[in-house]
């Protein structure tokens, strides 16, 4: 069996105990209850794209308070309801959407990635690859629009919380980062 990257991730672990890994508190230690940790964060949801680091586009440090989760193509459809847990824990203070230019989204298609799903799961059912949640474009702009919208009108999260959602597009050639919604 070829080496996997688990492995190495594994191996790479080792090494970092070794240099003296400093346990992190317990919930328990520093009295975590939902809704009475005072840490208020931002959330970011980013593309997965391995070009885009959303860290560094952004300068972001831990001082920030700013969470980015990546999903294909950046889209929160998918985390909803983890948005909705993390604001209970964490008490989130804001929702951005970064979306980039020339993200692999806008070069597939819904019907290609549902052949996809069934050419290398022949037993699926028929109901169950349609209501799989793909999110594909061809328009960038307005795919962060959209998911934006989407936020704002999502009966899980939080009005005030909602209300501070906004979008952003990266230009990977340029660097720029600009306001959408």
């Known amino acids: 069996m070829a080496s996997s990257l688990a492995q190495e991730l594994l191996k790479r672990n080792e090494a970092y105990i070794e240099k ?6 317990l919930f328990t230690e520093i ?9 208020y964060l931002t959330r970011v949801v980013s593309c997965i794209d391995w070009r885009v ?4 586009v952004l300068g972001l ?3 920030d308070g700013a969470v980015v989760v990546r999903t294909a193509s950046g889209t929160p459809a998918r985390n909803l309801n983890d948005i909705a847990a993390i604001d209970n824990l ?3 203070t804001e929702l951005i959407v ?5 993200c692999g989204a806008t070069y597939m298609t819904e019907e290609q990635i549902r052949a996809h799903i069934r050419t290398h799961n022949r037993e699926i059912d028929g109901e169950v690859l349609n209501n799989v949640v793909l999110e594909t474009t061809h328009d960038i702009v307005e795919r962060t629009r959209k998911d934006v919208e989407l ?7 939080r009005k005030e919380l909602r209300e501070t959602a906004s979008g952003l597009l990266f230009d990977i050639t340029t660097g720029k980062l600009t306001r959408v919604v």
């Open 98 to 102: 970064i979306k980039h230019t020339d």
């Open 20 to 25: 003296g890994h400093k346990p992190i508190p």
């Open 53 to 56: 680091k959303p860290e560094e």
């Open 90 to 92: 964490t008490t989130l």
């Open 31 to 39: 009295g975590f209850t939902p809704m009475r940790m005072i840490c």
């Open 61 to 63: 440090t831990d001082a």
């Open 151 to 157: 936020i704002k009108n999502s009966p899980v999260i």
